[in-house]
């Protein structure tokens, strides 16, 4: 006896909902990067460059082709925004770490 589509169409639309939310935020994610890959495993290298093209262009992951920068960025200074959290940001960089450890394969939780 075949079993009727209607006790199916649930768990279809779910399944459905799953993968259009999974691809559209990382869609997201891509765009809102620059239309680049997120990267992994920054060392202070990396942010130090990363702060330099923000300086430089207005986007984080922005590179510029001009040899020479522009006059405001001898002055420039990066302001980072500060907000209150009851979490010190401890929930995000678990959150994060334990993302790399998937990826990657780095559990680092020190």
Known sequence: MPIP????????IMAAF??????????????D???????FDL????????NRDFLLTGVSRGQ????IAPEHFKTAQKELQSYYTPYRNQFF??????YRGYVTGNWDFS
């Open 18 to 31: 799953f993968g259009v939310a999974g691809h559209g935020v990382g869609f997201v994610r891509y765009w």
């Open 93 to 98: 960089k678990l959150r994060e770490r334990m």
């Open 33 to 39: 990067n620059g239309w680049k890959n997120d990267r």
């Open 64 to 67: 510029s082709q001009e040899a």
């Open 5 to 12: 589509f209607e006790g199916l169409l649930p768990y279809a």
């Open 43 to 50: 060392d202070a290298w990396d942010e130090k460059m990363m």
